[in-house]
């Protein structure tokens, strides 16, 4: 089974990015399935961001559209979320996933904390 | 989209059979059979233990069973053991780009 592991900073000052990567082991990030970005604010409940396949095709969730970029390195075996013009409510663990065929979640990184701050 | 309600917490002896339920609408749950179950010990990856509503992944025991009736989605855990103690919760596919997810449950084994 894969395993993922998400990387980046865990502070991020109002109005900046968030980046992160997801490091890929165990399998190939270029196999038939999608693999997808995660959130759960301190306190909330979980809150799918969006996914891409290995073609580059992306969904988005609509609230997040047009702040968010998932995008693919192949040589890498890595995938990556960028988020734009945080604020305090984009605080919390972000998971980055495997996608099972349909409509599951079938590998989880162990999540990051990622706290938006002056 | 409005999250699935479940109960905060449950808790069972050892051996016991303990359920949690997952409670969407006609949009979500009542619509799809894409209910999914995830245990999450805290600081670790969450894992699958159900898909589909019913459908186990290899590797997870069968005292884990998953089941739905109109909009409600049950996960069972029978001959509770002390490694179930664990956060719980579902997730259903819910239209084009969209998941929900449950708010989650806290098991403990008494």
Redesign the interface.
Known sequence: QVQ?QESGPGLVEPSGTLSLTCTVSGGSISTTNWWSWIRQPPGK????IGEIYPSGNT????SLKSRVTISLEKSKNQFSLRLTSVTAADTAVY?CVKN?D??????????TLVTVSS | QS?LTQPASVSGSPGQSITISCTGTSTDVGT?N?V?W?QHHP??????MI??VTKR?SGVSNRFSGSKSGNTASLTISGLQAEDEADY?C?S?AGI???V????TSVTVL
Do not use: M
Not at chain 1, 59 to 62: A, D, G, L, R, V
Not at chain 1, 102 to 111: N, V
Not at chain 2, 101 to 104: H, K
């Open positions: 993922l409940g979980l809150e799918w969904n988005y969730i609509p998971y099972g349909p409509f599951y979640f079938d590998s989880w990184g162990q999540g | 999250a799809y894409l999914s995830y600081g670790k990856a969450p894992k699958l898909y589909e992944p919760f997730c596919h780009y969209t998941y997810f449950g708010t989650g």
